[in-house]
C-alpha cells in the first residue's frame, strides 16, 4: 500500500510567520502534489512536483513555494502566513499505472 | 466557472436504500472521471473511475454512470451503509493519469442513517 505521511496534523501559526510542511511518499512515485482544501471551493492545486527538483505551478501558487530536493520528500512553504492561507492542506502522488491519487491525512493550519 | 459541478451539497438517505450522487461537467474534452471519498480529518481515497469509452463501471455496491451527451455522471450506492457518511468529490481529466489537468467538483456530503 502506497503511504502518504504529512509530518503536522494541525498547526497555529502567527500572520507573518514562515510555514514549512512536509509530505513523504514511501514508494519511489514521481508525481507529487499540494493541494488545499476550503469548505465552498473544493481542492485546489497548489503545486506540482514531477520529478526531484522539478516543479509546475498549480492553481492557486500565490503566496507558496515548493521544494523538491529528494525524490520522497515534498515540501510546501508559506514564506509569510496571512489568515487567509488558513486551511487544510492535503499532499499527494500518483501511480504512474492507474494514475490514482494517494493522499497523506492532511495538515490543518490555522493563521491567527 | 466550475468545469465541474455538483450541484447537490449534501445528501441524506436511509441505510438499506439507494444513494445517488450526481455530477455535471462543462468541458466536452473531459475523458476520464473519478470518484473520491472523502471522511473527515482525512485525505480523500480513490472510490471509482470511468472512461469515456463506457457508460457504466460497477465495484461491489458502487457503481459510475456517465452520460456522455449530457455531460452528466452519477455514482450510486446500493445498498447504503452508516460507514458510507462522507464527502464525495467528483473529478474530471481530458486523460486517464493526468492529475496534473484534474478538474474537482465541490464535493457532496453523504449522510446516511441507521
Known amino acids: 500500500d502506497v503511504k502518504v505521511t504529512q509530518s503536522s496534523r494541525y498547526l497555529v501559526k502567527r500572520t507573518g510567520e514562515k510555514v514549512f510542511l512536509e509530505c513523504v511518499q514511501d514508494m519511489d512515485h514521481e508525481n507529487m502534489f499540494w493541494y488545499r482544501q476550503d469548505p465552498g471551493l473544493g481542492l485546489r492545486l497548489i503545486y506540482f512536483?514531477?520529478?526531484?527538483?522539478?516543479?509546475e505551478k498549480g492553481d492557486i501558487p500565490e503566496g507558496y513555494s515548493v521544494s523538491r530536493e529528494k525524490k520522497e520528500r515534498f515540501s510546501l512553504i508559506l514564506e509569510s502566513a496571512s489568515t487567509n492561507q488558513t486551511s487544510m492542506y492535503l499532499c499527494a502522488t500518483d501511480t504512474p499505472h492507474t494514475g490514482e491519487l494517494f493522499f497523506g491525512e492532511g495538515s490543518r493550519l490555522t493563521v491567527l | 466557472d466550475q468545469q465541474v459541478k455538483q450541484n447537490s451539497p449534501s445528501l441524506s438517505v436511509q441505510e438499506g436504500r439507494i444513494s445517488i450522487l450526481n455530477c455535471d461537467y462543462t468541458?466536452?474534452?473531459?475523458?476520464?472521471f473519478l470518484w473520491y471519498k472523502k471522511y473527515p480529518a482525512e485525505g480523500p481515497t480513490f472510490l471509482i473511475s470511468i472512461s469515456s469509452i463506457k457508460d457504466k463501471n460497477e465495484d461491489g455496491r458502487f457503481t459510475v454512470f456517465l452520460n456522455k451527451s449530457a455531460k452528466h455522471l452519477s455514482l450510486h450506492i446500493v445498498p447504503s451503509q452508516p460507514g458510507d457518511s462522507a464527502v464525495y468529490f467528483c473529478?474530471?481529466?481530458?486523460?486517464?493519469?493526468?492529475?496534473?489537468?484534474?478538474?474537482w467538483g465541490l464535493g457532496t456530503s453523504l449522510a446516511v442513517n441507521p
Open positions: 512536483s514531477y520529478d526531484v527538483k522539478m516543479k
Open positions: 473529478a474530471a481529466s481530458p486523460r486517464a493519469g493526468n492529475n496534473r489537468k484534474l478538474i
Open positions: 468541458n466536452s474534452m473531459f475523458d476520464y
